[in-house]
T-cell receptor, first 106, second 115 residues
Framework: GEDVEQSLFLSVREGDSSVINCTYT??????LYWYKQEPGAGLQLLTY?????DMKQDQRLTVLLNKKDKHLSLRIADTQTGDSAIYFC??????FGAGTRLTVKP | DTAVSQTPKYLVTQMGNDKSIKCEQN?????MYWYKQDSKKFLKIMFS???????INETVPNRFSPKSPDKAHLNLHINSLELGDSAVYFC??????????????FGPGTRLTVT
């Protein structure tokens, strides 16, 4: 199985909040990342969180980190159709999750 | 203006052929990577080079050989292509090495189809 685990699919309605979850394994990770992959494109870094933080907010994005449970989440407020993409969480040693395919319905 | 570029964007070839994918970054980064993304979108690192030296070499068949002529280029050569090699291959670069805080910049990907 994957070292970094994510659920594969998430579907929400436009305007709702989306929460994408990730479980990682390397407790020594200094940073954890969220990448976004739009259809037919490469990955772009969306946001990251330093391991000594519990939360990071950046406009519509909120990252929550629970180091005890090795759980990372990405919340997208007021989700738009343009947010439809695959979201990957990743550890610094380049272990990626399988990606969560977010579909936003109008 | 493209930060990380790959050529070709699409590659269709027959089993048994040898092919190369090229990658160039104009960001002045020290580290470059090759990833393979399969049809289920699983993304796996294959290789990483830092200042032209191999630093990550995951378990990939030795038919895959990366070559870094300089810091700005990391090419991937694949011998004796097999059906299972069909995937999207992404090149990426970063200022520092893996296990650091440096952001990776990804290329647009090369979709390889082996028939």
């Amino acid at each position: 199985g994957e070292d970094v685990e994510q659920s594969l699919f998430l579907s929400v309605r436009e305007g709702d909040s989306s929460v994408i979850n990730c479980t990682y394994t390397d407790s020594s990770s200094t940073y954890l990342y969220w990448y976004k992959q739009e259809p037919g494109a490469g990955l772009q870094l969306l946001t990251y969180i330093f391991s000594n933080m519990d939360m990071k907010q950046d406009q519509r994005l909120t990252v929550l980190l629970n180091k005890k449970d090795k759980h990372l989440s990405l919340r997208i407020a007021d989700t738009q159709t343009g947010d439809s993409a695959i979201y990957f969480c990743a550890e610094p040693d380049m272990r990626f999750g399988a990606g969560t395919r977010l579909t936003v319905k109008p | 203006d493209t930060a990380v570029s790959q050529t070709p964007k699409y590659l269709v070839t027959q089993m048994g052929n040898d092919k190369s994918i090229k990658c160039e970054q104009n960001l002045g980064h020290d580290t470059m990577y090759w990833y393979k993304q399969d049809s289920k979108k699983f993304l796996k690192i294959m290789f990483s080079y830092n200042n032209k030296e191999l630093i990550i070499n995951e378990t990939v068949p030795n038919r895959f050989s990366p070559k870094s002529p300089d810091k700005a280029h990391l090419n991937l050569h694949i011998n004796s292509l097999e059906l299972g090699d069909s995937a999207v291959y992404f090149c990426a670069s970063s200022q520092g090495v893996a296990s650091s805080s440096y952001e990776q910049y990804f290329g647009p990907g090369t979709r390889l189809t082996v028939t």
